[in-house]
Nanobody, 124 residues
């Protein structure tokens, strides 16, 4: 059983940056591929980015447009999401997720474990 805890969210002005972290415990982190999703009020959970368990493969949602970067540190059991040039439409709860296996996945239904999320609010 893997537990995931996100941190790093907050209130930022449009054009600003944030770095989210997700810390895993309870499992062998390097066996899990990771993903970040977001969910705004009244909207469906949306894929943001994913990284393979080695960190060599990544996949980004089209709306990211080079503004976000995912990375992971398997020695620290952490995955990070660097977000730059944030816009008000980026406001959402950002959640990290894990699945046991190879490659990357974009479908939230294929992830096995989820964190509680961290709120990101971007003001105009």
């Amino acid at each position: 059983q893997v537990q995931l805890v996100e941190s790093g969210g907050g209130l930022v002005q449009a054009g600003g940056s944030l770095r989210l972290s997700c810390t895993a415990s309870g499992g062998s982190f390097s066996n899990y591929a990771m993903g970040w999703f977001r969910q705004a009020p009244g909207k469906e959970r949306e894929f943001v980015v994913a990284v393979s368990r080695s960190g060599y493969s990544t996949s980004y949602a089209a709306f990211v447009k080079g503004r976000y970067t995912i990375s992971r540190d398997n020695a620290k059991n952490r995955v990070y999401l660097e977000m730059t040039n944030l816009m008000p439409e980026c406001t959402a709860v950002y959640l990290c997720a894990a699945f046991l296996g190879l490659g990357v996945k974009l479908d939230h239904g294929e992830y096995d474990y989820w964190g509680q999320g961290t709120q990101v609010t971007v003001s105009s």
